[in-house]
């Protein structure tokens, strides 16, 4: 691990002012992914401003009838807040389905959205990876991609998001609310706020330099039946390799989004719009435009048949 110097943040205000002002600057809170990228010298902070004492850990209603997730909310706490439980039913179980218990009761909401890929060759220094060292090249091309996304890809990267809590975020339409250095507040929608890699894989999120979250909104809640279905390679402490968010109407109407197979939180109204149709247009409309390895294309059928099992599991309901 590099040296770096370190700042406890005295408000929101000053961690976003210094932020901006050191070069190389990151803002540490739960730690759970930054600290990890530290120690592989994938992350090389000058200077690391902590953020955890500035009373962004409340949940609260919203004047519209939704709730604001305070960005240091850590992940144990919302997954269990019973108003999560009870009107955001998809985001409480993607939560408890993300990571461990230990690594939970650490994990904040703003870091969950922040966390960076899992992709093995972007955690392995010996090879080429546009997202750790623009221009140097893929080496997931050509090698096993087995995990890797298949949509949204680019030339330049291949890497899968690996959030749970951003795929079941992005299927409520919540927006993230941030602050920068000036003082300038903004929202952000789910949908635009991570970025798809195209020729600047670097770059994965919205987020201007020194800007920091402070909260994620819940738009007001959803009826129906909410489910997330997570398929991965242990029955914990994995990452998935396909992951449904959905949320089923009683007049047989649904949205879904989609984790593990893209290069972001993945989320297209075609799918909503052929749910009535069944899994198999669901999947169609949903994997439109997916761009496989042979270590990958598994994926595809593997979409439709989490679906499947999702659509028996209401019938029975029914």
Known sequence: ???????????????????????????????????????????????????????????????????????????????????????????????????????????????????????????????????????SGCGAMQGMSRSLAILGVSDACIAQHPSDMAVAMRLLDSEVDTIDAYGAKRSIPIADFHLLPGETPQKETALKPGEIITSVTLPKAIGGTHVYRKVRDRASYAFALVSVAAIFGKDGSARFAFGGIGAKPWRVAAADAAAKQGAKAVAEAALNGARTTHHNDFKKLLVERTLASLYRQQEERA
């Open 1 to 135: 691990m590099k040296p770096f110097t370190y700042e406890r943040a005295a408000s929101v205000e000053a961690a976003a002012r210094s932020a901006a002002s050191v070069q190389g600057a990151r803002f540490i809170a739960g730690g759970t992914n930054l600290l990890d990228l530290m120690k592989l010298q994938i992350e090389t902070p000058t200077h690391l401003i902590d953020v955890n004492h500035l009373g962004l850990d409340r949940i609260e209603e919203t004047a519209q009838g939704g709730l604001r997730i305070g960005a240091l909310v850590r992940n144990t706490d919302l997954a269990a807040d019973k108003r999560v439980r009870r009107d955001y039913g998809v985001l409480s179980r993607a939560l408890v389905a993300g990571a461990s218990g230990q690594l939970r009761n650490k994990a904040t909401t703003g870091g969950n959205l922040l966390q960076r890929t899992r992709c093995p060759y972007f955690y392995d220094t010996r090879m080429p990876c546009n997202k750790r060292q623009a221009g």
